[in-house]
């Protein structure tokens, strides 16, 4: 389970080296569109000084982002990312679950750990065909009341949260095994 966020060996061998695009750890303050000329379906920004990233907005063809480990406190509109599975925002400073993310038709793995969040959203609540969701060493204290559309999760991360016993329980039932046949793992 700790390494769900960690792209499956099998599945990160389906991207083809020529369409991934490292530049995580080179101390980044601001992309510029020639940084992003060789992007296809992989780019990894992580451990950077990023608090901009308006320019992967035009990356249509984009299916992982990492962002992890930067100075992210919102993201653009990207609508335009309609093929973009995977996106890891882990050990940022967003306040809250970006709006955007509602609009992207393919997303299954989202990374919101170690952020400030306080709420997860309704929207999300009801977001179908999420596969992996994190929200460890957030601020979040409560879940939506209606987490029906998250059966289809594998996992669902809420490690190190402050949630009072109740709530933990309601959550570990909304997921009960008898209900849930996919068997989704929480992890508090």
């Known amino acids: 389970l ?10 990160y061998k389906t991207v083809p080296a020529e369409s991934r695009l490292y ?3 080179q ?13 296809g379906d992989y780019l990894n920004l ?26 992210l406190t919102s993201l653009p509109d990207l ?15 967003f306040a809250e679950v970006p709006e955007t993310l509602r609009d992207l038709p393919a997303l ?17 609540a009801k977001k179908e065909g999420l596969e992996n969701l994190s929200f460890s060493r957030t601020q979040i204290t409560k879940l939506p009341d209606d987490l029906s559309a998250w059966k289809s999760l594998k996992t669902l991360q809420l490690g190190d949260l402050r949630l009072d016993p109740a ?13 849930n046949p996919l068997g989704t793992a929480v992890v508090f």
């Open 2 to 11: 700790a390494g769900c966020f960690n792209e499956p060996e099998p599945a």
């Open 23 to 25: 530049l995580q750890d």
């Open 27 to 39: 101390g980044l303050r601001d992309l510029k569109s020639s940084d992003l000329s060789k992007v």
């Open 46 to 71: 992580d451990r950077n000084q990023l608090t901009n990233v308006d320019e992967v907005a035009t990356l249509a063809g984009l299916k992982w982002l990492r962002l992890n480990s930067n100075r």
């Open 79 to 93: 609508k335009a990312l309609v093929n973009l599975r995977r996106i890891y925002l882990k050990d940022n400073r």
């Open 108 to 124: 299954t793995d989202v990374d919101l750990s170690g952020n400030p969040i306080t709420e997860v959203p309704e929207w999300l």
């Open 167 to 179: 709530e933990m329980a309601r959550i570990r039932a909304a997921f009960d095994p008898k209900d």
